[in-house]
């Protein structure tokens, strides 16, 4: 079944900045979909079209609905987006009431909040978090506190703005293995391209607003080339042996 | 100093920290309203109202220290206050004439300074007191739950968890401008200054945006939803309450009356 299916999808910012291109894009359920390329390439603002928060001209289906002015609601319950910094994320003062926050939207009873919350903390391994406030913890706990937020919806789809960014390597380690436990059908927008071969089946390369590339994540991100053009590099490790780099530095 | 110091090191264990945030609210509410309605030449009646606060921070537990750490916040506008209000009183009379500058201080209008800055610490300490034993989140649902406009609810869980976000940042900018060297000239580094606020006012708008898409993607519809706790009240509590506001009642309504 197709979790998202993105059909002609064009979007221009009020400023005049052209920020989609004619984007069209498939994301099957279970599947995870690395959304890769340079700075300003329009990663974020394909994620903020796929929970509705911008609408540009094209469809944009969920499970096969069209995200719609009627819609929308139904389809935010689904579709779960992280933004790239937590700070945006977690608006509430206190842990519980952030995670806590999309659930009284929708007005469950206070019991069941309580348990939800307290198993989405635990799904990210921050169980009896709830009392913390959100400016004691950590970048790496800010990250999941901002997963957590989402996974208590019970999200069929998440969408995940450069979810390592910042990170050390041990967070972005012990984040990636948080991530791969996930069972939904994930997008992660990211320039980690480390991250993303581990974790991606599938991978589109977005540039200036247009998908240059998309397939196998195996496939896509072996193109070297394709992915130095567009400002991308496979790993760090991979770049250090490229030839002549060295005995450039070694030199 | 950096704002994490002015966080409520809450003396959540105490017996003022168990009541109902909402008779808290009330009583403390009273309590302000009852200080800044003392006429000001009762100062028996501030003498009062503040041993009545000497009573609440003992039973509060909370530290002399946090309460005065705090009150030492207001000390640059109660200055002023003390400073230029003997002067403003037009006719009184008349205690001495500043130099050059011709102002007169009156005996009224020193008079109305000290019943200004009493009444400003009093009603301080009191909010002091609130917030010292009660949880902010607690705060928050109890204003909720008194049918104050979920609009300021929304603001003020904003504003305090945007307050530390936004010092930090500019905490950065000033540690950024600092290790680049110190401005040659007065007027340079005013203008940098401003710069920094400009920039900073900049960048909270753009987080304002996101902020706002990160609400309405788990469904905000400009109601802050706020999960009830259980009700803690109960008829000791609002007995005790009770007992509170019609002493402060009565003794205003004396000052005025007798």
């Known amino acids: ?251 | 100093m950096h704002l994490s110091q002015l966080e409520p090191d809450s003396q959540l264990s105490s017996q003022l920290a168990q009541v109902d945030v909402r008779i808290k609210l009330i009583c403390a509410a009273v309590l302000v309203i009852g200080t800044v309605a003392i006429p000001q030449q009762r100062p028996l009646g501030f003498a009062l109202m503040a041993a009545l606060l000497v009573v609440f921070s003992l039973v509060s537990r909370v530290p002399m220290r946090y309460i005065a750490v705090r009150l030492l916040i207001a000390a640059p506008l109660l200055v002023m206050i003390a400073i230029s209000v003997p002067f403003l009183h037009g006719t009184g009379t008349p205690l001495f004439t500043v130099p050059r500058l011709g102002w007169t201080a009156t005996a009224e209008g020193l008079q109305a300074a000290v019943s200004t800055v009493s009444k400003s610490l009093l009603c301080i300490w009191t909010v002091v007191l609130l917030a010292g034993t009660t949880d902010f989140a607690r705060l928050l649902e109890g204003l909720s739950r008194l049918h104050v406009p979920a609009l300021v609810v929304v603001l003020m869980a904003l504003m305090y968890r945007y307050l530390f976000v936004i010092s930090d940042e500019a905490l950065r900018m000033v540690r950024a401008r600092q290790s680049r060297g110190r401005p040659p000239t007065r007027r340079y580094a005013l203008k940098v200054t401003a710069s920094m606020i400009m920039a900073l006012m900049a960048r909270c708008v753009k987080r304002s945006e996101n902020i706002a898409r990160a609400m309405v993607a788990r469904g905000f519809d400009g109601h802050l939803p706020v999960l009830q706790h259980e009700c803690s009240a109960n008829w000791k509590q609002l007995a005790g309450a009770a007992v509170l506001c019609l002493m402060v009642i009565g003794g205003v309504a004396a000052s005025w009356l007798v």
Request: proline share 5%.
């Open chain 1, 1 to 251: 079944m197709t979790a998202i299916e993105i059909q002609d999808l064009s979007y221009t910012y009020p400023d005049g900045r052209v920020a989609l291109r004619g984007v069209n894009l498939r994301v099957a359920d279970g599947d995870v979909l690395g959304l890769v390329g340079p700075n300003g390439a329009g990663k974020s603002t394909l994620l903020l079209h796929c929970n509705g928060l911008l609408s540009g001209q094209g469809v944009v289906r969920i499970f096969g609905e069209p995200i719609t002015a009627k819609t929308v609601q139904r389809i935010r319950r689904r579709v779960g987006l992280v933004f790239q910094d937590p700070d945006d994320q977690l608006f509430m003062p206190r842990v519980f009431d952030d995670v806590a926050f999309g659930l009284l939207c929708q007005k469950k009873p206070a019991e069941e909040v309580r348990r939800r919350v307290a198993q989405a903390l635990a799904q990210v391994g921050l169980a009896g978090f709830q009392e913390r406030f959100t400016h004691h913890l950590s970048l790496g706990e800010r990250k999941r506190v901002a997963i957590a937020t989402v996974l208590v919806l019970d999200c069929d789809i998440l969408l995940l703005d450069e979810p390592t960014a910042n990170l050390d390597p041990r967070g972005r380690r012990e984040f990636e293995q948080l991530l791969a436990a996930l069972p939904q059908a994930k997008v992660i927008a990211s320039h980690d391209l480390g991250m993303i071969q581990r974790l991606c089946t599938h991978v589109a390369l977005l540039d200036n607003g247009r998908i240059v590339a998309s397939g196998p994540a195996a496939e896509v991100l072996a193109h070297r080339d394709l992915l130095e053009a567009h400002g991308l590099q496979d790993s760090p490790a991979s770049a250090l042996s490229a030839p002549g780099m060295v005995e450039q530095l070694t030199g």
